[in-house]
């Protein structure tokens, strides 16, 4: 597995404003994920964090939105932009680790989450 | 059709019993599934991951995949009051990265 740190682990925001999360993993791993789970419901994969190139966005989301730092293969960061309140969500990066065999079988590891309230 | 779907619950079963969480994807060529278990207010632990037709032990938790109905489940033998949690079961799709795709999760009450 990995160990897995986001900061912050919660924020409560004014709406039209905009917070950026940091995730950080202590070692370097390709793939890192950004989800939102919001209140009562199942995680929802917003976005793959690629280092050195854009993210790749699910259906749904964009970049405007929810624009995705990937500086090095540690560290990577998600903007929640103009927020309102229906962003107030918990969200989480995970990391893939390799788990021997086809690429599919790899695992993914999440970190503690930050919980956002947009009031 | 819901990619991954699970029994909301809530199921409740007394401290030391087997329980059954029961999870079915739409996705045919999906190769890899994963069993999370997610306390309140804490973000998902893998607990299982499962690959191949058949079971898979690991302690008290036993997966259970069967491609041909698409199918997977989780068993939890001896269930434990610290076993209460949702348990979401993710499925991968491979689509240029290993995306996974969750069930809402079933919430897991057991009763001392």
């Known amino acids: 597995s990995a160990v897995i740190s986001q900061k912050p682990s919660r924020d409560i925001c004014q709406r039209g404003t905009s917070l950026t999360i940091q995730c950080q993993v202590d070692?370097?791993?390709?793939?890192m994920f950004w989800y939102r789970q919001q209140p009562g419901q199942s995680l929802t994969l917003i976005a793959t964090?690629?280092?050195?190139?854009?993210?790749?966005?699910e259906s749904g989301f964009v970049i405007d939105k929810f624009p995705i730092s990937r500086p090095n293969l540690t560290f990577s960061t998600l903007t929640v932009s103009n927020m309102s309140p229906e962003d107030s969500s918990i969200y989480l990066c995970?990391?893939?680790?390799?788990?021997?065999?086809?690429?599919?079988?790899?695992?993914?590891?999440f970190g503690p989450g930050t919980r956002l309230t947009v009031l | 059709q819901k990619e991954v779907e699970q029994n909301s619950g809530p199921l409740s079963v007394p401290e030391g019993a087997i329980a059954s969480l029961n999870c079915t994807y739409s996705?045919?060529?999906?190769?890899?599934f994963f069993w999370y278990r997610q306390y309140s207010g804490k973000s998902p632990e893998l607990i299982m991951s499962?690959?191949?037709?058949g079971d898979k032990e690991d302690g008290r938790f036993t997966a259970q995949l069967n491609k041909a109905s698409q199918y997977v489940s989780l068993l939890i033998r001896d269930s434990q009051p610290s076993d209460s949690a949702t348990y979401l079961c993710?499925?991968?799709?491979?689509?240029?990265?290993?995306?996974?795709?969750f069930g809402t999760g079933t919430r897991l009450t057991v009763i001392p």
């Open positions: 996705d045919r060529v999906s190769q890899s």
């Open positions: 499962i690959y191949s037709n």
């Open positions: 993710a499925v991968n799709r491979w689509t240029g990265a290993n995306n996974l795709f």
């Open positions: 995970s990391v893939e680790v390799v788990a021997g065999g086809p690429a599919a079988y790899n695992e993914q590891f």
């Open positions: 964090a690629n280092q050195g190139s854009e993210a790749t966005y």
């Open positions: 070692s370097q791993v390709t793939m």
